[in-house]
């Protein structure tokens, strides 16, 4: 009796175990997804991929574009204040740059006498503002381009967000996770995870960027 027990009870953690490591597996896969549309979200090129959709680099009008220089130069304020009324019609509703960019504003904001401002969002995560914008950081937004005889440039953008401006389109649900069973060519299941999404802008005014930033 107690030998069975102790076999039911092996049973039973090794199912639970073998479900938290697929429930890891499914998780894993989906934080890929959602790093994919972000990478994309910046770069994204359907002329390079015909799966992907334009990013923010290809959707932002020439005319838009802000240049720190010929061969770019160290972020200063009065440049970052000149990509913010770029964007017309109000000011923007996020500036997105990479983790050095935003060291350097937090730099010359120190500099200046004052430092930026913070709050939580809707999440409870903490944000940063500069004039009253929000400043959100993306890995996948490079400090290695080459703008003239420099290599070592970012970019930054600024864009107001919603009907109008630039949107986020999703298939119904957004992010899926679908279970298709078991494999007959092996012994395996499968998991499909699923995300249907591109980018729109309505208004070529409310997306512009600071090219050429340097260090």
């Known amino acids: ?9 092996f049973l039973i953690a090794t199912r639970s175990n073998l479900q938290d490591l697929e429930t890891a597996v499914v998780q ?4 890929a997804v959602r790093q994919l549309f972000e990478q994309t979200f910046v770069t994204g090129d359907v002329t390079a991929n015909a799966k992907s959709f334009d990013g923010l680099d290809k959707l932002c009008d020439p005319a838009q574009a802000v240049s720190m220089g010929a061969n770019g130069a160290s972020l200063t304020l009065d440049k970052l204040d000149e990509l913010i009324d770029t964007v017309k ?10 983790r050095r960019s935003r060291r350097s504003v937090n730099k010359l904001a120190r500099t200046s006498g004052s430092f930026l401002e913070a709050d939580r969002d809707e999440f409870g995560q903490m944000l940063q503002f500069y004039d009253g914008v929000p400043i959100g950081v993306s890995d996948y937004i490079a400090d290695n381009l080459t703008v003239g005889t420099s290599t070592d440039c970012s970019v930054i ?9 630039l949107s986020g389109l999703t298939s119904p649900g957004g992010l899926q996770i679908e279970r298709v069973g078991s494999l007959e060519t092996k ?15 309505f208004n070529t005014l409310k997306l512009a960027r600071l090219t050429g930033v340097r260090p």
């Not at 009796?1 to 009870?9: F, P, V």
């Open 1 to 9: 009796m107690g030998g069975d027990a102790d076999i039911d009870n």
């Open 28 to 31: 894993l896969k989906a934080k």
């Open 89 to 98: 019609g109000g000011k923007p509703d996020l500036l997105v740059m990479s």
């Open 157 to 165: 953008y600024a864009f107001q967000m919603g009907e109008g401006a």
């Open 187 to 201: 012994d395996a299941t499968r998991t499909r995870i699923k995300w249907y999404g591109s980018l729109a802008l």
